[in-house]
């Protein structure tokens, strides 16, 4: 056995053993999310001018947080491309409340694996933990990743002990 995947096994152990009852039980909704952008006041205003306020197009789950109706575009060394549904992913991630944290034993910006079921069933790993107060528990990922994964809004994955 390579050293590699014997690091792996042991860390798989390790979490195993950190994570309690409630954490092996616990299941987070799914948030599916069309391709969108992060920005602040300062972004928007270079983008849009001083004091601008984006106009609301619907309420997104997290507090505070919404979709917006403007749209964006991003221009690269060889093209560019409009983002019509605007509002937050960068890199799929689990929002929590610190009391998640506590259950799942997980910090601010620590990446986990998700455990997904059903017919796709696989484990994904690279996903960042956010935690806030503001946050209710949800695991967000663009539409490309939960088709590719059979994932649905109505769906719920688990943190995986085991490490990709
Ligand atoms: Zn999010």
Redesign the pocket.
Known sequence: MNNDKELAINIANNINGHLGTNAETKKIPV?ISNRHIHLSQFDLEILFGEGYQMSKLKDLK?PGQFAANETVCIAGPKGSIVLKEKA??AKR?I?MAPEDAQIFNVTNGQKVCVAISGERKGILGEVVV?VNPNYSL?F?VDTDEANGMGLSSKDTVEISTLIL
Request: hydrophobic share 20%; net charge neutral.
């Open positions: 948030g997290q937050i992913i991630h929002h956010r949800e967000h």
